[in-house]
């Protein structure tokens, strides 16, 4: 037996130990819910199941909603933003292969949650329109929730995908030591923003109402809450968000994240084979590669690239030399524009002195 082996095993132990005990103490499963997407013909809803204890309460800090087109209809009280240490989205306990019921309208899809408690469920034939909508997740023992799903039109032509670590949010990733710091220790509603990133975006979507914005990040899905919370707080365009489990795999003790995100990126390009994408992200980790590779792979589906340059004292930070991870990632997005800036500014500034074509 590996050693990734072994630590699934304990993960799913402790995952049972602990559904057993914090039921004793009175804990009921919930709903997380977290922004679906699909086209008019079938829809993914995303949750997960996990335990809670019906007595906790938190506070949630509640800034002003700017109006822009890019955001569900969500007050914001339903944001499960936590104001405190960041460290407490990560004690959690799964509730595995829970029997969960998706709703819309009168279609009825019954599933369970995977092994690690998320949910996943493919829809065809949904009947809902282009836009945000809610659909219902009822999981056994759990109070059901309303799940929101993006609905891409079909007439959209231009989509957006971005990173979120180094690219919007200041976090210095991956770290280890200042990684643990910033997502264990500082509040979670103190993290920053990159300068002008909010106006690089609402720009290159002034012309695109209806263009699907999706966040690709390897950020762990228990910081949902918080990334969304963010989002709204700094004006970013709201969409759905495809993180990753840190959990162990059947090859290693961590999910490959530059993996992850080659995989969640070729899936959107085959998901919507009508849309050409913007991509955006920082030279700090690999997303100068993946990108240049889903220009390789993909050459007439790709509007443009933005990539938002690290300082040395940041590249420093992020993986341990003051030269980009990958400094020669760009031989393949020679066939498209790609732009280069310090922050949201610069990159706007490019943008604006070199179009993206049909952007």
């Given at each position: 037996?590996?050693?990734a082996?072994?630590?699934?095993?304990v993960?799913r132990?402790?995952n049972r130990?602990?559904?057993?005990?914090?039921?004793?103490?009175?804990?009921?499963p919930?709903?997380?819910d977290f922004?679906?997407?699909?086209?008019?013909?079938r829809?993914h809803?995303?949750?997960r199941?996990?335990?809670?204890?019906p007595d906790?309460?938190v506070?949630?800090?509640?800034p002003?909603?700017p109006p822009t087109a890019h955001?569900?209809?969500r007050n914001l009280?339903d944001?499960?933003?936590?104001?405190?240490?960041g460290?407490?989205?990560?004690?959690?306990?799964?509730?595995?292969y829970?029997?969960?019921?998706?709703?819309?309208?009168?279609?009825e899809?019954?599933?369970?949650?995977?092994?690690n408690?998320y949910i996943?469920v493919l829809i065809?034939?949904?009947?809902?329109?282009?836009?945000?909508?809610?659909?219902?997740?009822?999981?056994?023992?759990?109070k059901?929730?309303?799940?929101r799903?993006?609905?891409?039109a079909p007439?959209a032509?231009?989509?957006?995908?971005?990173?979120i670590?180094?690219t919007?949010m200041?976090?210095w990733?991956?770290?280890?030591?200042l990684?643990?710091?910033?997502?264990?220790?500082r509040h979670?509603?103190?993290?920053?923003?990159v300068p002008?990133?909010a106006?690089?975006y609402?720009?290159?979507?002034a012309?695109?109402?209806?263009?699907?914005?999706?966040y690709?990040?390897?950020g762990?899905?228990n910081?949902?809450g918080?990334?969304e919370?963010?989002?709204?707080?700094?004006?970013?365009?709201?969409g759905p968000m495809?993180?990753?489990?840190w959990?162990p795999t059947?090859t290693?003790?961590f999910?490959?994240?530059?993996?992850?995100?080659k995989v969640?990126?070729?899936?959107?390009i085959i998901e919507?084979?009508?849309?050409?994408?913007i991509?955006?992200?920082?030279?700090?980790q690999h997303?100068?590669?993946?990108?240049?590779?889903?220009?390789f792979e993909?050459?007439d589906r790709i509007?443009?690239?933005?990539?938002?340059?690290?300082?040395?004292?940041?590249h420093?930070?992020?993986?341990?030399?003051?030269?980009?991870f990958?400094d020669?990632v760009?031989?393949?997005?020679?066939?498209?524009?790609t732009?280069y800036?310090?922050?949201?500014y610069?990159?706007?500034?490019?943008y604006?002195?070199?179009?993206f074509?049909?952007?």
């Amino acid at each position: 037996m590996g050693l990734a082996d072994i630590a699934r095993k304990v993960e799913r132990t402790i995952n049972r130990v602990g559904t057993r005990q914090s039921t004793k103490a009175g804990w009921r499963p919930t709903i997380t819910d977290f922004a679906g997407y699909g086209s008019p013909t079938r829809v993914h809803v995303l949750g997960r199941v996990l335990m809670q204890n019906p007595d906790a309460t938190v506070e949630v800090d509640e800034p002003a909603l700017p109006p822009t087109a890019h955001r569900p209809p969500r007050n914001l009280k339903d944001l499960r933003e936590e104001a405190g240490r960041g460290w407490r989205q990560f004690f959690t306990i799964q509730v595995g292969y829970q029997p969960v019921t998706v709703r819309i309208g009168s279609i009825e899809v019954h599933s369970r949650t995977n092994d690690n408690g998320y949910i996943d469920v493919l829809i065809q034939d949904h009947g809902l329109e282009p836009g945000w909508h809610t659909v219902t997740i009822d999981a056994e023992g759990a109070k059901p929730v309303q799940a929101r799903v993006l609905i891409v039109a079909p007439g959209a032509r231009i989509g957006l995908v971005s990173d979120i670590d180094d690219t919007v949010m200041v976090t210095w990733l991956p770290r280890a030591l200042l990684a643990a710091w910033n997502s264990w220790v500082r509040h979670t509603n103190t993290r920053k923003a990159v300068p002008g990133m909010a106006a690089f975006y609402h720009e290159l979507l002034a012309n695109h109402p209806d263009a699907p914005v999706f966040y690709l990040s390897t950020g762990a899905w228990n910081t949902y809450g918080t990334l969304e919370s963010f989002l709204i707080k700094h004006g970013l365009p709201v969409g759905p968000m495809l993180l990753t489990d840190w959990g162990p795999t059947p090859t290693g003790l961590f999910r490959s994240g530059q993996e992850h995100k080659k995989v969640q990126l070729r899936n959107l390009i085959i998901e919507y084979p009508h849309i050409q994408w913007i991509l955006v992200g920082d030279d700090g980790q690999h997303d100068p590669l993946i990108y240049g590779n889903a220009v390789f792979e993909h050459p007439d589906r790709i509007a443009g690239v933005a990539i938002r340059q690290l300082t040395p004292s940041e590249h420093v930070l992020s993986h341990g030399t003051a030269a980009p991870f990958d400094d020669a990632v760009t031989a393949h997005t020679s066939s498209v524009p790609t732009i280069y800036g310090a922050d949201g500014y610069e990159l706007l500034e490019r943008y604006r002195e070199h179009p993206f074509p049909g952007v």
